[in-house]
T-cell receptor
């Protein structure tokens, strides 16, 4: 079983729709959680860190469920420019620095 | 934008050749990471440095791979006797350290081994 798992998608949704992704992690000792966005043939860019209380940044909301060991990303009022691959990332307690990435979820927004 | 730069951006080489990649973080962050990413996968951790000390290496980092950060600033990743399976994007990232550290990636070096 992979340490961090994501539905690869693709999710194909119309502009303006709300879309949500989940990501599960296997190490219950994981401490830090992140969502990255990656455009085709580009490097991953940090979208947001995920805090225990949940956090929101404009149209993006991230939540953490420690009991069920998953994090989620909600995108409201999706734009064409949101089309990308969204990578979930987790840092385990056993390694203060190594981040484990999921394989990513592809999102395509159609006009 | 972190300003992490990587050189070269693309590299095509023949199997068996050695290649070296360079990463230059601009900021004062003391941690530098190398990851490898293949198509359809997320980045996989290879190794990281705190200043000039290499503190962790992944099992993915075979003895053909070596990384250095001699002065605690730029870093190099060398692959000896390249194999076709080494074809991937090699990403460098910088981080400030701490339990909530976030990592910021450079543009990557895309390697193709023929």
């Amino acid at each position: 079983r992979k340490e961090v798992e994501q539905d690869p998608g693709p999710f194909n949704v119309p502009e303006g729709a709300t879309v949500a992704f989940n990501c599960t992690y296997s190490n219950s000792a994981s401490q830090s959680f992140f969502w990255y966005r990656q455009d085709c043939r580009k490097e991953p860019k940090l979208l947001m860190s995920v805090y225990s209380s949940g956090n929101e940044d404009g149209r993006f909301t991230a939540q953490l469920n420690r009991a069920s060991q998953y994090i989620s990303l909600l995108i409201r009022d999706s734009k064409l420019s949101d089309s990308a691959t969204y990578l979930c990332a987790v840092r385990a307690y056993s390694s203060a620095s190594k981040i484990i990435f999921g394989s990513g979820t592809r999102l395509s927004i159609r006009p | 934008d972190t300003g992490v730069s990587q050189d070269p951006r693309h590299k095509i080489t023949k199997r068996g050749q050695n290649v070296t990649f360079r990463c230059d973080p601009i900021s004062e962050h003391n941690r530098l990471y190398w990851y490898r990413q293949t198509l359809g996968q997320g980045p996989e951790f290879l190794t990281y440095f705190q200043n000039e000390a290499q503190l962790e290496k992944s099992r993915l980092l075979s003895d053909r791979f070596s990384a250095e950060r001699p002065k605690g600033s730029f870093s190099t990743l060398e692959i000896q006797r390249t194999e076709q399976g080494d074809s991937a994007m090699y990403l460098c990232a910088e981080g400030a350290g701490g339990p909530q550290e976030t990592q910021y990636f450079g543009p990557g070096t895309r390697l193709l081994v023929l």
